[in-house]
């Protein structure tokens, strides 16, 4: 019963949020005239001196004690005597887990919303730096069209920019304080549950005690963002594998972010992307583990409820390590553009500006130029050359209108210009939406 019943050893984490909780509970009970003044001082001293245990490692954690509340509170006991057990009036564990979790989760997402700050920072300015740089776009993997590898970088900035306001809108809807709620139906006592919500940095209390001791959603919320910012982060990681793999060689990442084989000296693995890739799993987890644990549970609170912290701790560490991890990649890779240039002469890249051209030239219907533009395809497939290599009369035995200002149209360099419609791929939008990501994200 002891082992399945402690939860301290994962809840030890919350001891400052857990100490913070109860000097703003103290300072409420003593104006409200609930506790003396020198049973404050004295309360207030002793949690100074257990945090300081703690944090230079000194304090002993009890497992028979189950959790963090009740070392911190036994070990106050030691320390200032009976004074102790007064700083419990008015509250309950429930309502004091509730508020060190909201705590402490806050504090994890204002740390993460600084690293994808970061993050994005350094993709922007791997953006301009590459605002001109041909690459191949991609659907299904194939060859679609010519882009440059500074707008496929803002790509992800706008994508990492949504994960930023999604943990944003979950730290404002989790900023509210359960402090005061008592075991589940409020308490008798003449508390001031304004005071200890400013007291602890919260926009307000919570209006109903039962939702405060019993909601988990701020959690599950913040594990859903999770899941999703980690599902991002691993699509980009899987194109960092794919670019520095022999079949492409876009890119190159220093030693620092790969490691060798153990029985292949001429490998680098890119372990760091991989690894970013692989702790997807762990978020998405994490939001399927406390979804499970929650759903079934009435109101008010169960010891279920005691699961609902690992995940949570997990999630934000592995999101800290893999955003850390991916900015020093993004600043550390070494971009190929020759590669990334020669790989947009396979696959018919600027078929589908050809299709445009004749639209544009000889006023067809998109789909007729689609089908002109298809032919031409099989053709250069049957001569084994690129679109551009085809013989103008060659090109004139499938449509006799096309001329020389069409056959231009098949230029990768007048394909990238071409794209200058809003938040498309030419270099020049490419640089003014540089400018603007810095305005709008940094």
Known sequence: MQQINASIDIDRRLYAQDI?????????????????????????????????????????????????????????GELIGETAGRLHTARSRNDQVATDFRLW??????????????????????????????????????????????????????????????????????DECPLGAGALAGTSFPIDRQMTAGALGFARPMANSMDAVSARDFALEFLAAGAILATNLSRFAEELVLWTSEGFRFLRLSDAFTTGSSIMPQKRNPDAAELVRGKAGQAIGALVQLLVVMKGLPLTYGKDMQEDKEPVFLAADNLALTIGAMTGMVADLTVDADAMRQACERGYIT?????????RKLGLPFREAHRITGSLVKLAERKACG????????????EPRIGPEIRRALSVEAALEGRSSFGGTAPGNVRRAVAAARERFL
């Open 105 to 174: 989760l806050r504090e994890a997402i204002d740390g993460l919303s600084r690293g994808l700050t970061s993050l994005i920072a350094a993709l922007i300015d791997r953006a301009e730096e590459h605002a001109g740089t041909i690459m191949p776009g991609y659907t299904h993997l194939q060859v679609a069209q010519p882009v440059t590898f500074g707008h496929h970088l803002l790509a992800y900035v706008e994508m990492l920019a949504r994960d930023r306001g999604r943990l944003a809108d979950c730290r404002r809807r989790l």
């Open 351 to 359: 078929a589908t500006d050809l299709a445009d051209a004749l639209v």
């Open 20 to 76: 913070a909780g109860s000097r703003a509970h103290a300072g409420m009970l003593v104006r409200q005239g609930i506790l003396t003044a020198a049973d404050g001082r004295a309360i207030l001293d002793g949690l100074a001196r257990i945090e300081k245990e703690i944090a230079e490692g000194r304090f002993t954690f009890k497992t028979a004690l189950e959790d963090i509340h009740m070392n911190v509170e036994a070990r106050l």
């Open 387 to 398: 679109l551009g290599e085809l013989p103008l009369a060659a090109m004139r035995s499938i």
